[in-house]
Antibody
């Protein structure tokens, strides 16, 4: 069964760093792009960035440039999203999602989401 | 960046009726437009891609139309499970941007 399974909920202090994992089942990670999208409380969906199938190329939303790093471990079929210098505004549900290599079919499989709370 | 604007913010419709949701892009995105359904406590679900292609397992009552800057998601006969927030997203240019969402609620 094709699915993305994310790591569990996190509580972080302001200024700390966060690393969320997203493990792929039922398909080959190296044939799909992986996106990260977040939703803050009461807000809409916000696109954060993407890592390409080879894991070599990444594109980040300008808002997160310098604070976010997306990486991939093909041996475990896992993609990671690391976010540094956390503030309360980073409190959100973080989702990973896959996109086919042709990039013309939308984000068809999503992880279950990881709830992140940033609080002192 | 391309700004996606959805209207209305909230749409109240009775079950069995038709719902029409709009999405406008600040510049042309061709047909590179997707619609997602999002329910509380669940992950978003792809409904439409390439402006008018239904995703796998999506009911035929969902249809998408439009191109360039103006797009529409139509749900022909609303079922109880269709009440949710719907987002459009362009994938024509970086960064990929979402609209702010339309909440489809039961009238």
């Amino acid at each position: 069964q094709v699915q993305l399974v994310q790591s569990g909920a996190e509580v972080k202090k302001p200024g700390a760093s966060l690393k969320v994992s997203c493990k792929a089942f039922g398909y080959t990670l190296t044939t799909y792009y992986t996106h990260w999208v977040r939703q803050a409380p009461g807000q809409g969906l916000e696109w954060m960035g993407i890592i390409n199938p080879s894991g070599i190329s990444r594109t980040y939303a300008q808002k997160f440039e310098g604070r976010v790093t997306m990486s991939r471990d093909t041996s475990t079929s896992t993609v990671y999203m690391e976010l540094t210098s956390l503030t309360s505004e980073d409190t959100a549900i973080y989702y990973c999602a896959r996109e086919a290599a042709a990039q013309d079919e939308g984000l068809d499989v999503w992880g279950q989401g990881t709830t992140v709370t940033v609080s002192s | 960046e391309i700004v996606m604007t959805q209207s209305p913010a909230t749409l109240s419709v009775s079950p069995g009726e038709r719902a029409t949701l709009s999405c406008r892009a600040s510049q042309s995105v061709g047909s590179n437009l997707a619609w997602y359904q999002h329910k509380p406590g669940q992950a978003p679900r792809l409904v439409i891609y390439e402006a008018s292609t239904r995703a796998t397992s999506v009911a035929a009552r969902f249809s998408g139309s439009g191109s360039a800057t103006d797009f529409t998601l139509t749900i022909s006969s609303l079922q109880s499970e269709d009440f949710a927030i719907y987002y459009c997203q362009q994938y024509h240019k970086w960064p990929r941007t979402f609209g702010q969402g339309t909440k489809l609620e039961i009238k």
